[in-house]
């Protein structure tokens, strides 16, 4: 028997839905339109551009191509992500001569409009930090390579100065029982590599010795040095100041602690230093070096480096990843454009893995120095 339809079957019009069926209905439809909702609110990723001059035949050539290798995994990274902001990394070959090198700083914001410059050296620098130019154009000199301390309202370090390199290595050497210290510094760094003219005089004061000046033959140093036996000599000066006064140090009978700073390459200086030197080779480290696998950011960088690169790290490397770890993030809190709103982005402080950048208070985010034994061999 057929099933009666009620009249407004008959008329061809179906049955309200219920309102559990509304319900579903319209949930269906807002999950429908989420992925669209999602992508047309999605904010623009913002592009910056990092100009990075790199000074290949300079004292610190070794220790900044490991720096600059260090960045570009760690901004390669954040090219590959997708955060708030990509950036552009423009590498060029810093000339010799700073007046030079400081021209080509200023065509990187000119011509590629960089707002930051990462990276430079001791050499290069101080030319950097005095530039009316840079200044003018609102450019921010971000993570220097560079020990040197200079005051510049445009320069960010997140690395200690060598003067505090000096110090911590002096107290940590008396903690470990060594009363007996040389100190030798070389002629370029006494000009210019610590912070105010009293520094060598309260150095002086702390190892309880006279300094040693270093010049092109460290022989008459070495002589001088071993004469007194010490237990650790702290060399104030670059990777060839070091390892030079370590040779001539071994030639005159003497095998202790070799103490040097940031400034030094291991790897070049044990080539200089070569496979008959049998001393110790202790370098200051300004960042956590591969050594300290237990901390986030060292984990992380080792990985990258074997994804993007396929080179193993180094205290260089390590820092430099730091240097633009720490921008990277800083860069995600920009709001708009313009020098005052990227200086405003950069005050503050970042932890980039168990290791923390702290520029609330000053423009040197960091303090920290260690000490590191490094195999002559």
Wanted: hydrophobic fraction near 45%; charged fraction near 20%.
């Amino acid at each position: 028997m057929p099933i009666p339809l009620s009249p407004r079957t008959r008329r061809g019009h179906a049955h309200p839905p219920s309102a559990g069926k509304r319900r579903l209905l319209l949930a269906a439809a807002a999950a429908l339109a989420l992925p669209a909702l999602g992508q047309a609110q999605a904010p623009a990723r913002r592009t910056v551009v990092v100009g990075h001059l790199l000074d290949r035949t300079g004292a610190q050539a070794d220790l900044a191509r490991d720096y600059l290798a260090g960045a570009k995994v760690m901004f390669d990274a954040v090219n590959a992500g997708n955060g708030p902001v990509r950036i552009v990394h423009v590498v060029r070959d810093a000339d010799a001569d700073p007046r030079r090198a400081l021209a080509q700083a200023v065509a990187l914001a000119d011509t590629e409009h960089a707002e930051l410059l990462f990276g430079p050296g001791d050499r290069l620098l101080p030319a950097l930090a005095s530039s009316a130019e840079l200044s003018r154009r609102g450019v921010q000199i971000v993570a220097p390579l560079s020990g040197l301390a200079l005051a510049a309202d445009n320069v960010w370090f997140t690395r200690a100065d060598y003067q505090a390199e000096l110090d911590a290595a002096v107290k940590q050497l008396r903690s470990y029982g060594l009363t007996s210290m040389a100190l030798a510094v070389s002629g370029d760094f006494a000009a210019g590599g610590a912070s105010g003219p009293q520094w060598l005089g309260r150095l002086e004061a702390q190892t309880g010795t006279r300094a040693v000046p270093l010049d092109a033959n460290p022989d008459a140093a070495a002589r001088r040095i071993a004469a007194t036996r010490p237990g650790a000599v702290i060399v104030a000066g670059d990777t060839l100041a070091y390892a030079g006064l370590g040779r001539a140090l071994a030639a005159q009978g003497w095998y202790g602690f070799l103490v040097g700073l940031s400034s030094v390459s291991a790897t070049a200086a044990r080539e200089i230093l070569g496979s008959g030197y049998n001393g110790g080779m202790v370098l200051t480290q300004i960042a956590p070096g591969p050594q300290q696998a237990t901390l986030r950011v060292v984990k992380e960088h080792v990985a990258r480096m074997k994804q993007y690169l396929d080179e193993p790290p180094s205290a260089a490397t390590l820092a430099g990843y730091i240097g633009a770890a720490w921008l990277a993030r800083a860069l995600t809190g920009l709001r708009g454009s313009g020098a005052a709103e990227m200086r405003r982005a950069l005050q503050g402080r970042v932890d980039v893995g168990d290791f923390a950048l702290d520029f609330t208070h000053g423009q040197r985010g960091s303090q920290y120095v260690t000490l590191a034994a490094s195999g002559a061999r």
